[in-house]
């Protein structure tokens, strides 16, 4: 079984934060008065969606002042990390956003830098992956994909919007791997981002996405798209058309977190105002409608906790990818 899994107490915190919510705080609650989000890579991506997200709840609930956002891709996400490594003294109010690519293109030294270089602030939240195929394609499950890929493997490209060796082609290789196939003869073709790798698909580009969750749920609300598997154990409520990779017989899931980090060496009490800021928004109505429009699962763990769930993660992470032969 390739499976990425929350530790125990993880998963048990993340369903307690997702079954809470409350009411929106008042104006006079408010922690900070500004947040600006680096984001690394272009629109339309799950980094852009979670910054974005984050930046409406916090602002909409009076916890945040104001909130602005940059896009900078370049480098897998290297760019980002290492503009706000260079430029720490100037970044006190930014706080990027980032989640498990920022391991695995460690580990695979697509950047020199790893999140032990950061600020850790928080992780947030978690998204469930997606395989997800043209509306108007002929597939209309897995087994539909598959047996295009035993047809004729380099013809049935699969895309994502991340490196190879990255987290979306890591997805979809698990998901081959468990279904049975070689991933190695799996091509993958990648994009910037998010929305230009769906964009090659509703062009015909590819074959099937290898996505977030929440990215495609939007697509496929609108008829746009069809989510012909989900890495999570059992269907999302945010989409309960979506079948699950298990329910097909693929025995794999994986969850992917986002969070946020800060630059090297950020004074403990700016660190400290942004924790607050992000555990007093899951209180919130404003973020219990983000959460449930995107689809995601509520994971919190700051500082010390979320730096021993990135250990944990790297660990399993770098195991699987050599099993597949990417390490």
Avoid: C
Avoid at 134 to 154: K, R
Avoid at 279 to 284: D, F, N, Q, S, V
């Amino acid at each position: 079984m390739l499976t990425l899994k929350m530790t125990r107490r993880v998963a048990l915190a993340a369903a307690a934060a997702f079954a809470f919510t409350g009411p929106a705080l008042a104006e006079g609650h408010k922690v900070l008065d500004s947040v600006h989000f680096l984001i690394p890579g272009g629109a339309g991506g799950g980094w852009d969606g979670t910054a974005r997200g984050t930046g409406e709840a916090l602002t909409k609930s009076g916890l945040v002042g104001t909130a602005s956002y940059e896009n900078m891709s370049g480098g897998g996400g290297g760019k980002a990390i290492g503009y706000l490594i260079e430029n720490a003294e100037s970044n006190e109010d930014t706080l990027m956003v980032n989640s498990t690519p920022i391991i695995i293109r460690s580990l695979t030294g697509v950047f020199p830098q790893n999140f032990r270089d950061l600020t850790l602030v928080a992780g947030t939240i978690g998204d469930y992956a997606a395989i997800v195929v043209n509306a108007d394609s002929d597939i209309d499950n897995m087994e539909g994909l598959l047996a295009e890929f035993d047809a004729d493997p380099n013809a049935t490209a699969i895309g994502g919007g991340s490196v190879p060796g990255g987290m979306d082609h890591l997805v979809a290789a698990m998901t081959f791997e468990a279904a049975g196939k070689d991933p190695l003869a799996m091509k993958y073709i990648p994009y910037d981002a998010g929305g230009k790798a769906m964009a090659a698909l509703l062009s015909g580009e590819i074959a099937a996405l290898s996505t977030g969750f929440s990215e495609a749920v939007a697509l496929a609300e609108a008829g746009e798209v069809k989510i012909i598997g989900v890495t999570s154990d059992e269907r999302v409520p945010a989409y309960a058309d979506a079948p699950t990779m298990m329910e097909q017989g693929i025995d794999t899931s994986f969850i992917n977190w986002r969070g946020f980090f800060g630059a090297p060496g950020m004074p403990e009490e700016k660190v400290a105002m942004y924790q607050d800021a992000i555990a007093k928004m899951y209180e919130t109505e404003e973020w219990e409608a983000v959460r449930a429009r995107n689809g995601w699962v509520n994971i919190h763990n700051s500082g010390d906790d979320f730096k021993a769930f990135l250990e944990k993660q790297e660990q399993q992470i770098g195991d699987l990818m050599k099993k597949l032969g990417f390490l």
